[in-house]
């Protein structure tokens, strides 16, 4: 059922469950998911509020885009889930975004969510953007609201399609998702700093946060769990344009003049090394041979066959050894990326 409100005095009953109110001289919809429901469209041109009829229900919200507009925003004014794993996998409740330019098809975040905020374009090929907010029926939590405001392509308020998030103010505090709980993993995205007064600014600051920005007792910046700085970054990473990606740590006071101003995250796909193969993943031949590509190439697997048992035998695997520059001691050692939870810094503009 949908109620159609068109001020708060009236009040209308059609066929499936949209609001419609009049906020600060605009119209605000509000759209829920109803338990057993797959997919919701979200067809309004002004902001849609989305939101749960039930505890746990989950479906895909599918924004169209309509003519004259390029991008959305999503707000999160309430939103919170459970923590990624230890391994970083939100593998409770998660939020998937699919179709858009800006992130990877597929792209996911967990935890609390609440005052963050993202950008997300519109393709060519593609005119509506998925986004499902899922729910296992043994989380403690299962509510959500989340707003959706549509952005022309001419308005001032249009980002860079590459920004899934963008601050316009000159001073600010951006943090990776659910910090600083667990840090999540898979994610690619950029955090930009943009607006229009962007031609007159000319260099930007990024520092630590400390425990006057709201996170008091957390280290601000927790992205590989070793106390000594690796020769490269090529896990997770983060990188200020004009600057060398950092995994380790950043300097006190890490200035850049390169525009336009942003920070590329890279949180690899892993929190966790491969770990080492059991010869119980494998009950045949060709389960054993096939250990290898699911491995990533790093071990070779040959099976044994019993000859009093028929159909029987054992997997034994080695390290490959045609993989360049690998290590296999790091599969029998602690895990460089355990408890990590990722990173807070606050910027300032300088004009």
């Known amino acids: 059922m949908k109620i159609l409100h068109f001020s708060k005095f009236t009040t209308f009953l059609i066929v499936t469950l949209i609001t419609i109110t009049l906020v600060s001289g605009q119209w605000e919809y509000q759209q829920s998911c109803f338990y057993g429901e797959n997919k919701v469209a979200v067809d309004g041109y002004g902001r849609t509020v989305l939101f749960p009829a039930y505890m746990w229900s989950s479906c895909t919200f599918l924004i169209k885009k309509n003519p004259g507009f390029c991008q959305i925003r999503l707000d999160f004014p309430s939103y919170t889930s459970s923590s990624a794993n230890s391994a970083g996998d939100c593998d409770t409740d998660r939020l998937t975004v699919r179709n858009s330019v800006t992130v990877n098809d597929g792209f996911s975040t967990c935890g609390d969510l609440t005052g963050k905020h993202m950008y ?15 729910f296992s029926t043994t989380s403690p939590f299962g509510y959500y609201n989340i707003e959706v405001t549509p952005i022309p392509c001419s308005s001032p308020d249009l980002v860079p399609t590459y920004c899934l998030q963008n601050y316009n103010t000159s001073t600010g505090v951006v943090t990776s998702f659910d910090y600083p709980k667990q840090q999540q993993n898979s994610q690619q995205y950029t955090i930009c700093v943009h607006s229009q007064k962007v031609e007159d ?8 946060c400390t425990s006057e920005d709201g996170f008091p007792g957390s280290s601000p910046f927790s992205m590989i769990s070793s106390d000594v700085p690796p020769s490269t970054c090529d896990t ?11 995994c380790f740590n950043v300097p006190s006071n890490l200035r850049s003049t390169w525009k336009p101003f942003l920070i590329n995250v890279n949180f690899d796909e892993m929190e966790l090394f491969p770990p080492i193969i059991d010869p119980e993943f494998a009950t045949s031949a060709a389960s054993c041979i096939g250990l290898r590509p699911k491995s990533g190439d790093l071990f070779v697997c040959a099976w044994f066959a019993e000859p009093s048992h028929v159909n029987s035998g054992t997997c034994q695997c080695d390290v490959s050894p045609v993989v360049p520059g690998f290590d296999p001691s790091v599969l029998f050692e602690p895990s460089p990326d355990v408890g990590n939870i990722g990173f807070c810094l606050k910027y300032e503009v300088q004009t």
């Open 120 to 134: 997300l374009s519109f393709g060519d090929n593609c005119d509506t953007i998925e986004i499902t907010p899922k």
């Open 236 to 246: 997770d990473w983060i990188a200020v344009n004009g600057d060398q990606p950092r």
């Open 201 to 208: 600014w000319k260099e930007i600051s990024w520092k630590r």
